[in-house]
């Protein structure tokens, strides 16, 4: 079954740290890879999308790699903020089906 | 990538009404566009495809007459929940992609709440 994980559910770290979240996949088949933002009763933003053949993707603060053969993708932050305090999703969309498969997130707080 | 928007961006309706939401791809021929629906504190989850001019097709455990799908051009597609009941508040969000493609764009999402 093709699933998509993140652990931890929540995540509290103090302004300024850097952080890793992390993402792992059932299958190495994949397309691509999406990692989103959601703010508290907000809508979904887009931060990165890593195509297969690709093994990061830069924006900013924000850099994600992918490792399709250990089906894992990480959503590194650098020097965080309190205004990067939302829920983080990634989603995987696989090869062979024509959906993506979310994960439940990271809920990440910075604490000022 | 593709810029997708979607309108309302929420809303709050009574029981029984029905809600149309519309999700449009801007800049980018949608030939197939897709609906997800979000449960709290749960993923996303795909409701149904639709390609531009077809019917669309519902995944396995969702109402294709309550959760009504047109797909007329290749920049519009409306979702209507067709008599809303409170158990149908949800974040809904729609995405889309050229025909073949691989990568989906996703628009913000509406957040719906039926009292």
């Known amino acids: 079954k093709q699933e998509v994980t993140q652990i931890p559910a929540a995540l509290s770290v103090p302004e300024g740290e850097n952080l890793v979240l992390n993402c792992s996949f059932t299958?190495?088949?994949?397309?691509?890879l999406q990692w989103f933002r959601q703010d508290p009763g907000k809508g979904l933003t887009s931060l990165l999308l890593i195509q297969s053949s690709q093994r990061e993707q830069t924006s900013g603060r924000l850099n994600a790699s992918l490792d399709k053969s250990s089906g894992r993708s990480t959503l590194y932050i650098a020097a965080s903020q309190p205004g990067d305090s939302a829920t983080y999703l990634c989603?995987?969309?696989?090869?062979?089906?024509?959906?993506?498969?979310f994960g439940t997130g990271t809920r990440l707080k910075v604490l000022a | 990538g593709a810029v997708v928007s979607q309108h309302p961006s929420w809303v709050i309706c009574k029981s029984g009404t029905s809600v149309k939401i519309e999700c449009r791809s801007l800049d980018f021929q949608a030939t197939t566009m897709f609906w997800y629906r979000q449960f709290p504190k749960k993923s996303l989850m795909l409701m149904a495809t639709s390609n531009e001019g077809s019917k669309a097709t519902y995944e396995q455990g969702v109402e294709k007459d309550k959760f009504l799908i047109n797909h007329a051009s290749l920049t519009l597609s409306t979702l209507t929940v067709t008599s809303a009941h409170p158990e149908d508040s949800s974040f809904y969000i729609c995405?889309?992609?050229?025909?073949?493609?691989?990568?989906?764009?996703f628009g913000p999402g509406t957040r719906l709440l039926v009292l």
């Open positions: 989603a995987a969309h696989f090869s062979g089906t024509y959906k993506y498969i």
């Open positions: 995405s889309v992609s050229a025909r073949g493609g691989e990568t989906q764009y």
């Open positions: 299958d190495s088949a994949i397309y691509n």
